[in-house]
């Protein structure tokens, strides 16, 4: 897909990862609506990228209802390109989490992603165009002590996005999954500060696992992914063999499922049974007990 001139939305766009993103789309000439709870930066960038600043914070699922539409009209026209790239992650054993911080995260990294998807997909299946990006995580293929819920919620994106490029396949809508592992972002910051990643992160760096990606250098991977209708961005890759092997039981499905056809629409309803046909099923049936 040529970005240039393509609608895009991209939530948690204020700082880091999306703010990256967003200049490396506009650069590409991307028609951007970007949308982040951080009002201030979020309308800098704005700027910066000449896109509409949309402030919304998805953890509030009534912000996030009608934000497709809205997005649309702010862009004046459908949204071509969908990028959910915000995420939350809290640090911390399991048991020590409280039950707001377990809803805030799974509504803000899988919640909002899936009905931000669902609203977006039908209008790109009537134009038969589109592309939907989930930023994903290493953390998906590599559980990790301390970031369960977070972990899981990403497992759960990279497995959802994969079945529904299954139900896309005979469309042109395009998905990519991103799974990449450090970031040099603020987010990285606090995991290297928690007192519970020390010896994590000590160990995989000896794995040479923890090389930090460049936040703009990733956002121009991404952006040529949905170029190219690449199906995924994986870094460091160093620890690419993890995605693989995370991915082989759906690539294996997906070979199973080749050639099996998938209504894009739900299939009509089958004809009622006639009074006369449902008394004949009734009698035969009472009389071979």
């Keep these: ?110 919640l909002a992603v899936l009905e931000l998807t669902r609203q977006a997909l039908p209008g790109m299946l009537e134009r038969d165009h589109g592309h939907l990006v989930f930023l994903s995580s290493l953390q998906a293929a590599a559980p990790t002590p301390a970031f369960s819920v977070y972990g899981a919620t990403k497992a759960a994106l990279s497995h959802f996005a994969a079945i529904l490029r299954l139900e896309l396949v005979n469309t042109s809508i395009g998905t990519t999954v991103v799974a990449p592992g450090p970031v040099d972002t603020p987010l990285w910051d606090r995991v290297e500060a928690s007192p519970y990643t020390t ?15 460049d936040p703009a250098v990733l956002a121009d991977r991404i952006a040529s992914a949905v170029e190219r209708d690449a199906r ?9 063999l993890l995605n693989l092997l995370s991915e082989a039981p759906r690539r294996m499905t997906e070979l199973l499922l080749t050639g099996v056809p998938f209504p894009a629409e739900p299939p009509a309803p089958a004809a009622p049974v006639s009074p006369a046909r449902s008394q004949r099923v009734e009698t035969s049936t009472s009389a071979n007990p």
């Design 1 to 110: 897909m040529d970005i240039g001139g393509q609608r895009v939305l991209l939530t948690g766009a204020s700082y880091g990862i999306g703010a990256s993103i967003a200049r490396s789309f506009a650069r590409r000439g991307g028609r951007l609506v970007l949308v982040a709870r951080s009002v201030a930066a979020l309308e800098d960038l704005a700027a910066d990228v000449e896109g509409v600043a949309l402030p919304v914070d998805l953890s509030r699922p009534g912000e996030v209802d009608g934000l497709v539409d809205r997005a649309a009209d702010a862009a004046g026209g459908p949204i071509d390109i969908l990028i959910n790239n915000a995420g939350h992650g809290v640090i911390g054993p399991f048991a020590t989490r409280t039950p707001a911080e377990i809803t805030n995260e799974v509504q803000v990294n899988l």
């Design 199 to 213: 010896g994590l992160l000590r160990r995989y760096s000896r794995a040479g696992l923890l090389t930090k990606d």
């Design 232 to 240: 995924h961005v994986r870094t460091p890759r160093r620890a690419v």
